[in-house]
């Protein structure tokens, strides 16, 4: 594995608009948001509910602004490295992970709205939290087509 130096990008994983921030508190800043979301993102590993792909697709964009050395090295972290570069140049969820996401959705929904919550407005409004969440992830989040073993992997 080979990290980028900062003169370096990979082409389609960074958008025109992010560049390294020029000053340094700006930098300290995105690089403080960065090491955060990586840190949630890590919890979220072992924690139930707790997403790990999304925190990550965060701490890589933060980076992105300070760091490009720890921006790649979120693209290439097992398991979830190649989700958040296939995220952030549109390829989207892939089927399977769309079905795993939504299923534990909707568990910790139902945990939740129907074990743990007794006031009747806060179930409302966490069903109502999780059918927004199910919606955006089936219909605005495209489902990526899994790569063919004969194609590259875009971050290499």
Known sequence: ???????????????????????????????????????????????????????MIIAAA?????????????????????????YRSGRGMPKRAK??????MVLAIMLSAGLLVENSAVRASIVVAGLIGAWYIVWQVPTAVELASTEQDPRT
């Open 1 to 55: 594995m080979r990290l980028m130096d900062t003169t370096e990008r990979y082409e389609g994983q960074t958008s025109s608009d992010e560049r390294v921030a020029d000053s340094w508190l700006a930098r300290s800043m995105w690089f403080g948001f960065g090491w955060l979301a990586a840190a949630f993102g890590a919890i979220g590993v072992v924690v139930p509910g707790l997403p790990t792909t999304v925190f």
């Open 62 to 86: 933060c980076f992105a602004h300070c760091s490009p050395r720890f921006e790649q090295w979120v693209l290439h972290l097992p398991g979830v490295g190649r989700s958040v570069a296939d």
């Open 99 to 104: 079905v795993a996401a939504i299923t534990m």
